[in-house]
C-alpha cells in the first residue's frame, strides 16, 4: 500500500481516444489515434473510429500522448524501507522507470527475492549497481577486480565507479569487460576520459564529475591536469573490519549531499584555466571519440546546477521543499551553510563553471554522443524526485538542445542505454503500458512535457486531478527523500 497514492480504478482494458501520438524514434505525430492497453501492454494503436463501448476510456482529443519519463540517474531505493514519498513525486511527474545508482548485496538480494517495495503507481527498477567501488572494496587493482567480480555474482546490472584512481579504475573497467558486465560511473581525477572511451567505458556522470573532461578540451591540457591532480579521494578506510561498510555508506551520503563544498581553491584554480582555455576543436575531437567508441554521457545538469550554486535561493527556497521529509531538509540547509563559508575564489569559479557545462553539453549533442538524462535525485541537497527531471529538460533547452532531443534522452535513448531497445519507450503494440499524456506539442516546446494531462503506469490510469491530490497528500505528510 502507498500512503499517498491510491490504487487506480481504471485498470484492466483501457482506451486512451482520439489522441495525437508522437513518436520520439522519428519525431513523427500521428493525430487522431486511439491507444488500447490490456494489462501492462499496449495491445493496439489505430486510427480513431466510432465509439467502442470500452469499460474505461480516456479522451485524448486535442492531447498528445508520449511514453513514460525515464530517470537515469537516481538513488530511490537508498532508503528502501521508506521509498513511498519519493515514487509518489515520481508517479505526479510521468516517471516511470529509474536507474539505481547506488546498489548493495541486501538491494541485489532483495531484487532476486521480489520484496523490492511496489506501493501503487511504484516505478520500474530498470537496472541497479552493487557496492559503489570506493577505497574499502577498490582500493588497489585487485581489490577492484575482486568488486567487480563479487558485483557480476550478485547479478548486478552495472558497476558504479565512485572514488577511484586511474589505477583501480582500469582494473576494475578490464575485469567487467572480461566478465561483460558493464562499468560507468565518476571518472578519477588522474584518468584522462580519452582512455576511459577507447578502454570501453559505458557510461560517464555529470560530465566527469569536475575538470577531468574539461581538461581534454583545453588548449591548456597539461596544466590543467596537472592543478586538478591535487585533488585528494576523501579519508574513506581502505581496510575491511566490522562496521566498515555502514561506516563508508554513512560518509559517501554526507558528502553526497554537495561534494562541491569540498572543493579546494587548486581545484577551483582548474577549473577556471579549463574554462579560460576551451578548444572547441578538441572538444570536437573528444565528442568524436565518444561517438566512436558509444561513451554515453549522463550531464545530470540539475545536480550540478545545485552544488555550483548551493546556497541560492533558486534553491534554498524552492517552494517545492514541501514534499521532502524534514530530515533531508535539515541535511540540506547544513550544505547550503557549509557552501556560504567557501572562499569566494572558489564559489566564484564553481558558478563561472556553468557556462563551460552548457557549452559542453550541447557540443556533445551537436557531435551526436548518446546522452540520457537523468538527476541525481534522493540524497542530493535542492533536489525534488520527480520534478527534477522537469529541471533538467530545462537546463537541457538552456544548454541549446532540441525538444526532439530532450524526449528521447527521456524515453527511446534509455531503452537503447540499457540494450533493451524495441522493448520500450515508444507508443507501439507490444510496448509496456507505460504513458503520458500532455496537453501541449512536446515538439513544439520542452514545456510541454510539464503539461501532463494523466500519468498511466503498468496499465493503471490516473487523471490530473488525481496527481494533484497525491502531491496534496505528500504535502500534508512530507515524506520524500
Excluded at 191 to 204: F, K, M, N, T
Excluded at 432 to 438: H, N, T
Amino acid at each position: 500500500m502507498s500512503r499517498y497514492v491510491e490504487p487506480s480504478s481504471v485498470t484492466g482494458r483501457v482506451r486512451v481516444r482520439d489522441v495525437t501520438v508522437v513518436d520520439p524514434l522519428d519525431g513523427t505525430r500521428t493525430p487522431g489515434q486511439d491507444v488500447v492497453v490490456e494489462g501492462n501492454r499496449i495491445v493496439s494503436v489505430t486510427a480513431t473510429g466510432a465509439p467502442v463501448p470500452e469499460p474505461h476510456v480516456v479522451e485524448g482529443r486535442g492531447r498528445f500522448v508520449v511514453p513514460g519519463f525515464m530517470d537515469m540517474h537516481m538513488h530511490a531505493l537508498n532508503t528502501p524501507e521508506d521509498v513511498d514519498g519519493t515514487y509518489a513525486l515520481m508517479l505526479a511527474n510521468g516517471v516511470v522507470g529509474f536507474r539505481q545508482m547506488s546498489g548493495s548485496r541486501a538491494l541485489l538480494k532483495s531484487r532476486r527475492e521480489g520484496t523490492l517495495p511496489r506501493p501503487a503507481g511504484a516505478p520500474a527498477l530498470r537496472a541497479t549497481a552493487g557496492d559503489l567501488l570506493t577505497p574499502l572494496n577498490a582500493g588497489t587493482a585487485d581489490g577492484a577486480v575482486r568488486a567487480v567480480r563479487e558485483q557480476h555474482r550478485d547479478g548486478a546490472d552495472f558497476v558504479k565507479a565512485g572514488l577511484t584512481t586511474r589505477e583501480t579504475f582500469l582494473a576494475a573497467l578490464r575485469e567487467a569487460n572480461r566478465l561483460g558486465i558493464r562499468l560507468g560511473g565518476h571518472l578519477p581525477a588522474d584518468l584522462d576520459p580519452r582512455e576511459a572511451a577507447r578502454g570501453g567505458v559505458w557510461s560517464i556522470e555529470h560530465l566527469g564529475p569536475g575538470v577531468t573532461v574539461f581538461a581534454a578540451a583545453s588548449s591548456r591540457e597539461g596544466e590543467v591536469r596537472a592543478r586538478n591532480a591535487t585533488r585528494k579521494l576523501p579519508p574513506i578506510p581502505r581496510v575491511r573490519m566490522p562496521g566498515a561498510d555502514k561506516l563508508v555508506l554513512k560518509l559517501v551520503r554526507r558528502m553526497a549531499v554537495n561534494p562541491a563544498t569540498l572543493t579546494s581553491e587548486p581545484e577551483a584554480h582548474a577549473y577556471e584555466l579549463a574554462d579560460g582555455s576551451y578548444d572547441q576543436q578538441k572538444a570536437e575531437e573528444l565528442a568524436a571519440l565518444f561517438v566512436e567508441h558509444t561513451t554515453w554521457q549522463c550531464p545530470t545538469l540539475i545536480r550540478v546546477h545545485t552544488q555550483q550554486f548551493g546556497d541560492s535561493a533558486e534553491h534554498t527556497e524552492d517552494p517545492r521543499r514541501r514534499y521532502m521529509a524534514p530530515g533531508e531538509l535539515r541535511a540540506w540547509d547544513r550544505s547550503a551553510k557549509k557552501f556560504a563559508r567557501l572562499p569566494g575564489v572558489t564559489r566564484n569559479a564553481l558558478q563561472g563553471h556553468w557556462a563551460a557545462q552548457l557549452r559542453m553539453t550541447k557540443a556533445f549533442a551537436d557531435a551526436g554522443v548518446p546522452m540520457v538524462a537523468g538527476t541525481d535525485a534522493c540524497g542530493a541537497a535542492g533536489i525534488i524526485p520527480g520534478f527534477s527531471l522537469h529541471d533538467e529538460f530545462d537546463h537541457l533547452a538552456e544548454a541549446g538542445i532540441d525538444p526532439l532531443t530532450i524526449l528521447r534522452m527521456t524515453t527511446t535513448e534509455p531503452a537503447r542505454f540499457l540494450g533493451q531497445e524495441g522493448a520500450s519507450g515508444r507508443v507501439v503494440p507490444g510496448m509496456p503500458a507505460d504513458l503520458v499524456l500532455l496537453d501541449e506539442d512536446p515538439l513544439e516546446d520542452h514545456v510541454a512535457l510539464r503539461r501532463i494531462a494523466g500519468v498511466m503506469r503498468d496499465g493503471s490510469w490516473w487523471s490530473r486531478a488525481e496527481l494533484d491530490a497525491v502531491l496534496e497528500r505528500v504535502a500534508a505528510r512530507p515524506g520524500a527523500h
